[in-house]
Nanobody, 115 residues
Framework: QVQPVESGGGLVQPGGSLRLSCAAS????????MGWYRQAPGKQRELVAS???????YYADSVKGRFTISRDNNKNTVYLQMNSLKPEDTAVYYC?????????WGPGTQVTVSS
């Protein structure tokens, strides 16, 4: 099993919150970087938030101040806390991990923001 596995997607109202989880296939201590991407229909997949083993974080301008990426080393899990959700946040969210130069993607989880 190479894929990470996402969970936590669903339907939320604008202004609501959602937390996505990504369970790595193994210890995240050996993972070089992890990140969250999203892809809406007809659009390219885009980087939303990420961090490296050096704990450097990145956020897309569109989500700064609203989304937070974090991790739990004991659970080998990374999270994406999404607050103040907007309809334009609607997309399939994917977890990406890089380990030893190998890129692995999760199957994705749907996030729909609508009233």
């Amino acid at each position: 099993q190479v894929q990470p596995v996402e969970s936590g997607g669903g339907l939320v109202q604008p202004g609501g919150s959602l937390r996505l989880s990504c369970a790595a296939s193994g210890s995240i201590s050996s993972i070089n970087s992890m990140g969250w991407y999203r892809q809406a229909p007809g659009k390219q997949r885009e980087l939303v938030a990420s961090f490296t083993s050096g704990r450097t974080t990145y956020y897309a301008d569109s989500v700064k101040g609203r989304f937070t990426i974090s991790r739990d080393n004991n659970k080998n899990t990374v999270y994406l806390q999404m607050n103040s959700l907007k309809p334009e946040d609607t997309a399939v969210y994917y977890c990406k991990q890089v380990r030893g130069g190998i890129v692995s993607w999760g199957p994705g989880t749907q996030v729909t923001v609508s009233s």
